[in-house]
C-alpha cells in the first residue's frame, strides 16, 4: 500500500478473532515544530507534516501576535530541522510577553472560569453575522468533510475541518491536533485573503471552551461539529454570538446555542 503524503508504512500484526494476518498498515506522521519569534523560542508544537507556514500564520493570529499578514516581515521554515523562524515588523508586542498567562473570569454570570489565558482576553470577539442556513445544509456540509479526507479513512489518526459556504467546502485542512486544524485554516484565510464572516466552520471532533474560542477569534459565527460540545463551549457560545451544532452526522444534528441561525427552529 502507498502512503499518502504525511503517513508512513508500519507493519503491524492484526488480530480479528482467531485470524492473526500481518501487513503494512499507513500511521499519520507526527512531527515537532518549534516557533523561533523576533529571535526568541516561543513554542514547539506537535502536529502532522504539511501547511507548516498556514499553520504558524493562523497560530500567531489566534493569539493576537500579529493582526495580519503583511505584520510578518519574515518567515524561515526548516523542516530538516523542525524550526519555523518569524520576525515581525513590530518587534515585541504585549500579546507576544502575555503568552500563556493565565486569566480567569466568570462566565455568562454561572462562576465558571472562561478565558484561559490573557491572550483570549485580547482576542476573543463577539460575532454578529446574521448568516443563517437550513438543517439538511448543514448535515451536507458534514458529509463532503467526511469524503474530503482520504487520510483519516486511511489512518484514522487526523482530525479534519473546513470552511464552507454555498453549498461546497471553500478551504480545507487536517492534523493530529484539533486547535491546529483552525490554526492551519485561518493562516490559510489570512494568506489567500479568504473572507471568513459568511462561512460556516465543519469540524470532525468536539467543540470544547478552546475550540470555541478559535472559532470567535476566526469571526465566524456557526460551527458544525460531527462530535459533541462542552458545557463551557455552549455557555461561551451564547455569550460570543456562536451557533454550535454538534453531532451532524446522516440525517441529525443538535443545535447547541443560538438557534435564530438555523432557518425553520
Not at 40 to 55: D, I, N, Q, R, S
Not at 205 to 217: A, D, P, T
Request: with cysteine.
Amino acid at each position: 500500500m502507498d502512503a499518502l503524503r504525511g503517513t508512513a508504512n508500519y507493519q503491524v500484526v492484526k488480530i480479528d478473532g482467531q485470524n492473526v494476518t500481518r501487513t503494512d498498515e499507513a500511521v499519520v506522521e507526527e512531527i515537532p515544530l518549534t516557533i523561533y519569534l523576533n529571535g526568541k523560542e516561543l513554542v514547539t508544537m506537535l502536529a502532522a507534516a504539511g501547511e507548516e507556514k498556514y499553520l504558524v500564520i493562523g497560530f500567531l493570529a489566534t493569539e493576537g501576535i500579529i493582526q495580519n499578514i503583511n505584520d510578518i516581515k519574515t518567515i524561515d521554515i526548516d523542516m530538516l530541522q523542525g524550526v519555523i523562524h518569524i520576525t515581525t515588523h513590530a518587534g515585541e508586542i504585549a500579546a507576544e510577553k502575555m503568552f500563556l498567562k493565565r486569566y480567569l473570569t466568570a462566565c455568562c454570570g454561572k462562576g465558571r472560569s472562561a478565558f484561559y489565558f490573557a491572550n483570549d482576553v485580547l482576542t476573543a470577539k463577539t460575532v454578529s453575522a446574521d448568516l443563517t442556513l437550513t438543517p439538511e445544509e448543514a448535515m451536507r456540509y458534514s458529509e463532503l468533510l467526511e469524503a474530503a479526507s482520504a487520510t483519516f479513512r486511511l489512518t484514522g489518526g487526523v482530525h479534519g475541518g473546513a470552511l464552507a459556504a454555498a453549498g461546497k467546502l471553500v478551504c480545507w485542512s487536517q492534523d493530529i491536533g484539533r486547535h491546529n486544524v483552525f490554526d492551519k485554516l485561518y493562516g490559510r484565510c489570512l494568506t489567500e485573503g479568504i473572507s471568513t464572516h459568511d462561512k460556516v466552520l465543519v469540524f470532525s471532533g468536539r467543540v470544547s471552551s478552546e475550540i470555541l474560542l478559535k472559532v470567535s477569534k476566526m469571526n465566524i459565527s456557526v460551527i458544525i461539529a460531527r462530535s459533541a460540545p462542552t458545557s463551557l463551549a455552549i455557555d461561551m457560545a451564547e455569550e460570543l454570538g456562536v451557533t454550535v451544532i454538534g453531532f451532524a452526522r446522516g440525517q441529525r444534528l443538535n443545535v447547541y446555542s443560538h438557534k435564530e441561525r438555523i432557518v425553520g427552529l
